[in-house]
């Protein structure tokens, strides 16, 4: 071989025929390493970051000792400087890589960013939506807006866009009174007031407003006093000219065990609905996201994070604020390396936390009336009765734990009591298409506050 540019060009080949590594990982580990010299059995390779060094070394450093081994026939070291440094520098603390990495991420995570009109991303999937929140923005006496509701998956700007609303309105009439909660947090305080036996409060409190914005009012679905409640609060916004805004999941005709009368209210007015956004929108949010914190993301980066992160929004923009990060942290431009990283990262992340069995429990003694005591205790009634079957049920068909296990929680119950509770309700769901309806709606619920 008569150079060491062609030395690493046999090891290359080592390493993508024998070590198996494919064509992403050799383009952003192994041939991103610029060979310096080789000298004293030492070979000598440049990379531009710490961040660069320390990950190659940590997954790759056997693999290419073995490779120049088999290419020569006796063992090499490795070293690997920093550009612009020309000296080894000294070993990474990965701890304290990570725990600078997530101070950098919470330091940027809301900086220069304002959920507003200007900052949201219009592309196909969401032009609609975006109208015509706009539309109510500009003008809420025009009732054809009235009420409004949005649907789509979550981490698609469903909130953004009440965000945005309410940041306009409060800008044209500072002393609008605006109204944004949660359809969890509005049952919440529903319960609270029951229980203190005093529902004037709340009920003064949100039929007043002159806007109010419900975010993710599938969580109304199964809850029966709830349902009512706010079927009142609607009527008397509405008569008295006062705009609505709604956000879900899914459409109002898929939340089944809404009420019927709380449906057609919900339908009277304009649905709008919200999509996956396509790969140009999704280079657009990159872009816009990463000129908000002030970072400059090549070309080729930001459509190899649009490619992976294809269903999230939140995602993408959690991707440029961890570059953000990673670009302080190693003091280089964002890189293909760091993206690999930050997407890697991203997706563990993602991974659902487990629904603890009291999650459950909670949930469906919300749905029926009762409370999480009165589930595990050995009352008979035949409401509390039908809340135990079901977070029976449930707990077996989200959690998978078994029988034994989950009697212990419900109060150290025996085995054939839980498979009395199983079969009752299975049965009963092939019978009763309420039934169905409310444990279906409870099981999507408690997966969808997992997310």
Known sequence: MDSFTDLFEAVKTYCREVGGVGDVAMKLWINSLEPVEFKNNTAVFMVQSEFQKTITLNNYEKLLLDAFSSTLGFDVDIKII?????EPSEPVDIDAIDIRNSELEQSYEYANYDYTFDTFIVGRSNEFAYAACTAVAKDMSNKDYNPLFIYGPSGLGKTHLLTAIMNESKKKNPDMNIIFVTAEAFANELISAIQAKNTAPIREKFRKCDLLLLDDVQFLAGRESTQTEFFHTFNDLYQANKQ?????????????????????????????????????????????????????????????????????????EGAVKKLKALKHLAGSPPSMAMAQSVIRDILNDDQPIPIT????????????????????????????????????YVVREITQMSLACIGTEFGGRDHSTMVYAINSIETNLSKDAHLKEIVDDIIKNIRDKNR
Do not use: M
């Open 357 to 392: 069995v009291e999650k459950i429990i909670g949930e469906v003694a919300n749905i029926y009336g009762v409370t999480p005591d009165d589930i595990r205790s050995n009352k008979r009634s035949s409401q509390v009765s039908t809340a135990r079957k079901v977070a029976i």
């Open 82 to 86: 920093i550009e612009d440094e020309q």
């Open 244 to 316: 609505i805004v709604l956000t879900s999941d899914r459409p109002p005709k898929d939340i089944k065990t809404l009420s019927d009368r709380l449906r057609n209210r919900f339908e009277s007015g304009i649905i709008a609905d919200i999509s996956i956004p396509d790969f140009e929108t999704r280079i657009a949010i990159i872009k816009r996201k990463a000129e908000l914190l002030d970072i400059k993301i090549p070309n080729d980066v930001a459509e190899f994070i649009a490619n992976r992160l294809k269903s999230n929004i939140r995602q993408l």
